[in-house]
């Protein structure tokens, strides 16, 4: 596994993906063996999840997990060294949670981009603390590879040159980011007011409206703010949005493959 003192002293290989010692790494990842009776590595992610979704990153610790699985903090360091490697684990299983089958079946790239699209968004917001992890680990686990190559082929079946492709992977995936991190957080946040989100919507953008000091500012804004609060459930409105910002998004890759199409046809007859 990947030490804490090692991750300080060679930063570009900190990861637990990529430690030298892989032979032994996978030993250690099964049950049976010498390990810990009753343990493996499969449960402590399992585990892990479980405790991440409900109190997020800073409650999780080697000593409470090892409570949760009732087992001492000793033993599981015969799986991991560090709770980062935990994290890298927890972070690559729950990429595991997208159906690649299901991307891969879907009807051109169109689909397959909005199938994908889809299933990250969801496990954003099923695990809001999945967002704060991304870039501060190297996320090159075996699920994550896997996602990402299934957008890179849709991205490279839009007839994109292999330059723009990093740039429109990019586009998708910062854009499906940011708004399963918000959506996830405002969940969290209704969760902790111990309120439902259509109530706690509801009730924040009241008490905005309604402080004079905005009155003025959100004079314009007035018209969004009645049809989003008629336009139904919070569940509906994240859920129209997201759709419609994919579809312009979807579209905007259609108009670049088509000018890089004209470009390309200029150069060539510039050339004859």
């Known amino acids: 596994m990947v030490r804490a003192a090692d991750r300080a002293k060679n930063p570009t290989r900190s990861s637990v993906w990529l430690e030298q010692d892989k032979e032994s790494r996978a030993a250690r990842g099964v049950s049976g063996g010498s390990g810990p009776a009753g343990l ?7 585990a892990s999840i479980r405790m991440l979704d ?32 935990i994290i890298e684990y927890v972070i690559d299983s729950c990429y595991e949670e997208i159906d690649l089958a299901e991307i891969a079946a879907a009807d051109g790239w169109r689909e397959r981009i909005r199938v994908l699209a889809l299933a990250y968004r969801r496990m954003l917001v099923r695990h809001p603390w999945m967002s ?13 590879i896997a996602v990402g190559n299934e957008m890179q082929r849709a991205i490279r079946d839009t007839g994109l040159p292999l330059s723009r ?21 405002f969940g969290r946040v209704a969760e902790q007011a ?13 008490a905005f409206r309604e402080e004079d000091q905005f009155k003025e500012a959100i004079e314009d804004m007035s018209c969004l703010l009645d049809e989003r609060l008629s336009h139904g459930t919070v569940e509906q409105i994240w859920d129209r949005d997201f759709l419609y910002a994919l579809d312009v998004l979807i579209a905007g890759i259609e108009v670049m493959v088509e000018r890089g199409r004209g470009e390309a046809a200029a150069e ?4 004859a």
């Open 40 to 46: 493996d590595r499969e449960r402590i992610v399992a």
């Open 268 to 271: 060539s007859a510039q050339r």
């Open 165 to 185: 492709v990093p740039s429109a992977m990019s586009a998708v995936f910062q854009f499906v980011y940011g708004y399963g991190t918000i959506e996830g957080q």
């Open 132 to 144: 704060a992890c991304m870039g501060q680990y190297l996320n090159v686990g075996p699920n994550a």
């Open 194 to 206: 111990g309120m439902s989100q259509d109530d706690f919507y509801t009730d924040t953008i009241k």
């Open 54 to 85: 409900e109190d997020g990153l800073a409650k999780l610790s080697m000593r409470r997990l090892a409570t949760e699985l009732n087992v001492t903090a000793m033993s599981l360091y015969w799986y991991v060294d560090t709770k980062d490697d």
